[in-house]
């Protein structure tokens, strides 16, 4: 399964978003109740709020196939397809949790959930292994989406993330010795500088342990 269909659908939310202004509306009803660390442009926020939304989701099918390729040429395709092959599953089939979401806010949703188990799956690989399976941390954003997302509803899909990741685990489709035999750190810097999508570098600000960290849109 290639990222074709995921790309497609992003292009019909995309236009869907145009003529309804739907997520739009609900960012401008969200943007006074977001949490004091998100830092907002103190003009055109709704914009601003957009475009990063915008990004996060386009950055799914960029990431996907990035770590196609780098699985296939380090030989750990064994490893990454399990995870890769949910991330997918999200936007071919969306779960019934997010039913009744459409457009936009639904693919906010469904690449939430994928950046959420990239994420969680490199944590407990980093916990096991000291070094990631994948070298992506789209952590600060993902904090931010999931507070665009709104509570409670974000907790349950952190939730059906963490279900997810202790399934894979359980049958170890990716927490396994094999996966690290080769040291790869000198090759993530590699990787890194030739698919910026790997790196979170979209904007709006967020404000961590008394500190702004700026997340700026190329």
């Known amino acids: 399964m290639d990222t074709v269909n995921i790309r497609q659908a992003i292009a019909t939310a995309k236009a869907h978003e145009q003529s309804t202004g739907q997520l739009a509306y609900l960012m401008k009803v969200r943007a006074n109740r977001l949490h004091q660390a998100i830092q907002l442009p103190p003009q055109n926020i709704v914009p601003a709020l957009l475009n990063f939304i915008i990004h996060y989701i386009d950055q799914v099918p960029e990431f996907i196939d990035a770590v196609d390729t780098i ?13 890769m092959s949910v991330a997918k599953e999200f936007f071919v089939q969306p779960p019934e949790l997010i039913d009744g979401h459409n457009g936009l806010n639904a693919l906010m949703d469904e690449s939430y959930l994928a950046h959420r188990l990239i994420e969680e799956v490199n944590d407990r690989f980093m916990s096991r292994y000291n070094m990631p399976l994948v070298p992506i941390d789209m952590t600060r954003s993902n904090l931010i989406i999931h507070h665009l997302i709104g509570e409670p509803f974000a907790n349950q899909l952190d939730h059906a993330v963490h279900l997810i990741a202790d399934n894979l685990q359980g049958k170890e489709l990716v927490f396994v010795p094999a996966a690290c035999r080769e040291d790869r750190s000198n090759r993530w810097a590699s990787d890194l500088q030739r698919w910026p999508c790997l790196v979170d570098n979209l904007s709006v600000n967020l404000l961590l342990n008394s500190r702004t960290a700026r997340i700026m849109i190329h």
């Open 71 to 83: 699985a296939n040429e380090c030989n750990i395709a064994d490893y990454t397809e399990p995870v």
